[in-house]
């Protein structure tokens, strides 16, 4: 299918979740991530905040038990049409963008970029590690900057059931999607 089609449809899927279907999806893919990455103290994780009218996977899960187990956590941030790297804290402050989208108030970029998992949003993702975003292609631009030992990682409610017919020469797969039923490793993914 073309990623125009498979947006629509994921986007219809992700709307027909209750907010309580979403929240125990939410929590058994956190469950499966940090049972098969087991995240460690002073590792650097970037990830992204949910946007909730569009029911994305609660991260805020995945941030308290960062924060709380001393796992620096930086977030996505968009200024001047480029996405940085802002590290937050517990007291960090955030605001809402143009979009709806919480985003810390500091326009710091941390300069990172061998972090140790980037967990980033997506509506499908096929069995190659293809993903279809929104379409502003801002990942695909912050995935060029990442070292290569960084590992993309992809979470989402639906396991992989069609290929993505549309696959762009610019497109950078993911390393693994995290659903509520598996964790899937796509080829060149390494431990």
């Avoid at 912050?142 to 017919?165: A, C, H, M, Q």
Wanted: net charge negative.
């Amino acid at each position: 299918m073309l990623k125009a089609e498979l947006r629509k449809k994921y986007m219809q899927k992700r709307k027909a979740l209750s907010i309580d279907e979403a929240f125990l999806l939410s929590e058994k893919i956190f469950k499966n991530f940090i049972e098969y990455f087991k995240p460690s103290q002073n590792q650097k994780i970037h990830i992204f905040i949910p946007i909730e009218k569009f029911r994305e996977v609660n991260t805020q899960i995945f941030v308290s038990y960062f924060l709380s187990r001393k796992i620096r956590v930086f977030v996505p941030k968009i200024v001047d049409t480029r996405l940085i790297s802002v590290e937050i804290f517990a007291d960090s402050k955030f605001e809402l963008n143009n979009w709806g989208i919480s985003e810390p108030v500091s326009d710091e970029d941390s300069g990172i970029l061998d972090f140790d998992f980037v967990i980033t949003p997506l509506l499908y993702c096929d069995r190659q590690g293809n993903r279809v975003g929104y379409g502003k292609g801002f990942y695909d631009g912050f995935f060029e900057t990442l070292s290569e030992k960084t590992k993309k990682i992809g979470v989402n409610y639906f396991n992989p059931e069609e290929n993505i017919d549309d696959v762009w020469e610019n497109d950078i797969p993911l390393d693994y999607l995290v659903t509520p039923d598996a964790v899937l490793s796509f080829s060149g993914a390494s431990e």
